[in-house]
């Protein structure tokens, strides 16, 4: 089961966001893939890209959890939130920064 996860949440329902600071501001994350992995028992496996040149790319996946049923509140979330922002400060221009992903504020 894979999931891109690096979208800003829908406003739908901001009791299930996770907030972190994430590049230095107040940041919600979807928390559904640490809900489907504490729900189903599924390990969680970051996908590490990165360009090796024209159309050819390496990735390297990393185990994040293989016991979620074990984690506290958002510690999945938390850990996909630290290796993601490793990886765009490593290569800035990789990352897809038209999407707003600051669009909402934690004090809303």
Same mark, same amino acid.
């Given at each position: 089961?894979?999931?891109? &996860?690096?979208?800003? *949440?829908?406003?739908?329902? *901001?009791?299930? #966001?996770? #907030?972190?600071? !994430?590049?230095?501001?107040?940041?919600? !994350?979807?928390?559904?893939?640490? =809900?489907?992995?504490?729900?189903?028992?599924?390990?969680?496996?970051? &996908?590490?890209?990165?360009?090796?040149?024209?159309?050819?790319?390496?990735?390297?996946?990393?185990?994040?959890?293989?016991? *979620?049923?074990?984690? /506290? *509140?958002?510690?999945?979330?938390?850990?996909?939130?630290?290796?993601?922002?490793?990886?765009?400060? /490593? /290569?800035?221009? &990789?990352?897809? #920064?038209?999407?707003?992903? #600051?669009? =909402?504020?934690?004090?809303?």
């Amino acid at each position: 089961y894979g999931m891109i &996860a690096d979208q800003k *949440p829908s406003r739908k329902n *901001p009791s299930r #966001w996770h #907030w972190t600071t !994430f590049l230095g501001q107040d940041t919600p !994350f979807l928390t559904g893939t640490e =809900y489907l992995a504490k729900k189903y028992d599924y390990a969680v496996i970051y &996908a590490r890209m990165s360009k090796l040149g024209r159309g050819r790319y390496h990735c390297h996946l990393e185990m994040l959890c293989d016991e *979620p049923t074990l984690t /506290a *509140p958002g510690e999945i979330t938390e850990k996909y939130a630290r290796l993601l922002e490793q990886d765009l400060m /490593a /290569a800035p221009e &990789a990352w897809l #920064w038209t999407h707003n992903r #600051w669009k =909402y504020r934690k004090d809303l």
